[in-house]
């Protein structure tokens, strides 16, 4: 027999978009489906993991990361090393964090069923997944982290869809998991990192404040903040309360970038003056951007609405990530505030700062370039109001 790839395709975005939008529902259905592992990992792991490969090398190698005229690329090889190192890691990482909630189900109450945890392992990653494709818009990119943190999400909802854990057992389940699977991911960057010498920015430090007992059957504590290595924790609570939000809650529709367009500042503090507006809209996102001249200095100011993957900006928080880098040439920033993911970064060098702000379902980012100032990029934030943005826009 014969399948017709349209009819693969439309299969493909229908799961992926169910599991996004209705994913209580779309759960219950995975839970009585076959247990094809071939199938799963051909027709749905392996097309998601190489869309996201092929975005991020259309993005970085044709595109690049580019402001005011200024563009930086990477050569085509480096480009397509990375993007088949991605496929690869990519399907063996999702595979092998199955065969760890696999393991790990009897420590929680859980039954083991290798079928059940390949299906709950792969179809929680399409959040992270189709992220990847925000590569190819540099604006929205700021977001590609927050897809990792809802596939967090699908992953706790499903669990006891898929391997029937106990409600008390979920978020230890959940925690552990995520530690094990942070221990594999060092592991594996040292085994990418040997290979292709090259090693990703996303530094986390040593292994400090993960200690692995004796005992396989020790259950971490379910409340309070878990220490991450390199500095931050997770608030098992918050990410506790804004998964069963998720569990709860609807899906929001997208803004219209439009609207977004005509929140843009006309003018910002410092003397910068507004020569030009842009908006648009992808995977279920809308941004509006604005540039700024005063003199020689530029600001490129973003405001991004992220429609349906707003609540996972409550999960970026719960992860409370902080991370410090300072050198003689500047430093890069990211800490939680208020509830709100904060980056900001001073390159002395190139003349260039940036200040950004995950909120409550929107996001604002300056970049600064020819010596604005890091007090000049976050006045741009600051002016563009991001509390009034995520009452009107916002979860």
Known sequence: MTIEPGAAAAGLVDRAKNILLTPQAEWDRIAGEPADTNKLYTGYVLPLVALAAICGFIGMTFIGASAFGVSVRIPMMAGLVSAIMQVVMGVVG???????????????GSQQDVGQAHKLSAYSATA?????????????SMLSILGGIYSLVLLY?????????????????????IVVSIVLWFALAFVLGSVTRFVPGAAMGG????????????????????????????????????????????????????????????????????????????MGTAQATAEYNSGGARIELTIVHMGAMGAMAGM???????????????????????GRVVTESVDNASRTAHYGIVGRGVAVNADGSGGATIEQVRAAVEA???????????G
């Open 384 to 394: 563009a109001g991001l509390e009034r943005l995520e009452r009107e826009f916002g």
């Open 207 to 282: 292994a400090g404040g993960f200690t692995i007992g004796q005992s396989q059957r020790t259950q971490p504590e379910v409340s309070g903040q878990v220490t991450l290595p390199g500095g931050g924790s997770v608030d098992l609570d918050a990410m506790r309360r804004q998964a069963e939000a998720m569990q709860n809650g609807a899906a929001m529709a997208s803004a219209d970038p439009g609207a977004l367009q005509q929140r843009l500042p006309q003018a910002l503090p410092g003397g910068f003056t507004l020569t030009s507006t842009s908006s648009g809209s992808a």
């Open 157 to 177: 909802i499903g669990m006891p869809r898929l391997m029937k854990t106990p409600e008390d057992k979920r978020i230890g389940y959940l925690i552990t998991v």
């Open 94 to 108: 999702i595979y092998v964090m199955a065969l760890i909630i696999n393991a790990l189900a009897p420590n929680f």
């Open 128 to 140: 992270g997944l189709l992220a990847g494709v925000l590569a190819l818009l540099p604006p929205l």
């Open 316 to 338: 970026a928080a719960g992860m409370n990530v902080q991370q410090n880098r300072q050198d003689a040439n500047g430093y890069e920033r990211t800490q939680t505030v208020n």
